[in-house]
T-cell receptor, first 113, second 112 residues
Framework: EDQVTQSPEALRLQEGESSSLNCSYT??????LFWYRQDPGKGPEFLFT???AGEEKEKERLKATLTKKESFLHITAPKPEDSATYLC??????????????FGSGTQLTVLP | NAGVTQTPKFRVLKTGQSMTLLCAQD?????MYWYRQDPGMGLRLIHY???????AKGEVPDGYNVSRLKKQNFLLGLESAAPSQTSVYFC???????????FGAGSRLTVL
């Protein structure tokens, strides 16, 4: 069974205080690992896809990295507008044509001014 | 482009009532999904469709039915609502050539 565990559940940072969010996964053949951002009362919004260990993707203050067992979302010098819940999801090779995702429960990030 | 539109946004039901959630996408996507999101449990897949006229069960399909008669629409039905179905429901769609999903804004359902 595919599993995704995110930590911490909640994280409070001061503006400018860099940190990392963790996503540990167990999957029978990784087809892709996805990061989404979810604002309160809204649907998840796509951030990154990572396909193989060692891969890195960047977008503004966010950088996602991938190993064979986990992914990190690094946030450099965060701003209050980075406050959101960050979701990690995996797509297994066994998902076939359905390509369904298995999601973690998310990390709620709050950046204080 | 509206993207993925879900209706209604909020609904309160009594136990045993039925209702349908509508998801409409204007991106010509082949794949459509219905997820539910509960506190501490993440998004869980209810049903999905890989094309017009096709549907399949996801992780938590019991108590729900779906239909995809038109490519742009994916309907989620509750025949006899139960309090355990109180949740926020998200529809998502994706193109056949990529894995990225576009989500709707969600539908909050409360079953009393």
């Amino acid at each position: 069974e595919d599993q995704v565990t995110q930590s911490p559940e909640a994280l409070r940072l001061q503006e400018g205080e860099s940190s990392s969010l963790n996503c540990s996964y167990t999957v029978s053949g990784l087809r892709g690992l996805f990061w989404y951002r979810q604002d309160p009362g809204k649907g998840p919004e796509f951030l990154f896809t990572l396909y193989s260990a060692g891969e890195e993707k960047e977008k503004e203050r966010l950088k996602a990295t991938l190993t064979k067992k986990e992914s990190f979302l690094h946030i450099t010098a965060p701003k209050p507008e980075d406050s959101a819940t960050y979701l990690c999801a995996v797509q297994a090779s066994s998902s076939g044509s359905a390509r369904q995702l298995t999601f973690g429960s998310g990390t709620q990030l709050t950046v204080l001014p | 482009n509206a993207g993925v539109t879900q209706t209604p946004k909020f609904r309160v039901l009594k136990t045993g009532q039925s209702m349908t959630l509508l998801c409409a996408q204007d991106m010509n996507h082949e794949y459509m999904y219905w997820y539910r999101q509960d506190p501490g449990m993440g998004l869980r897949l209810i049903h999905y469709s890989v094309g017009e006229g096709t549907t399949a069960k996801g992780e938590v399909p019991d108590g729900y039915n779906v239909s995809r008669l038109k490519k742009q629409n994916f309907l989620l039905g509750l025949e006899s609502a139960a309090p355990s179905q109180t949740s926020v429901y998200f529809c998502a769609s994706g193109p056949s050539g990529a894995n990225v999903l576009t989500f709707g804004a969600g539908s909050r359902l409360t079953v009393l």
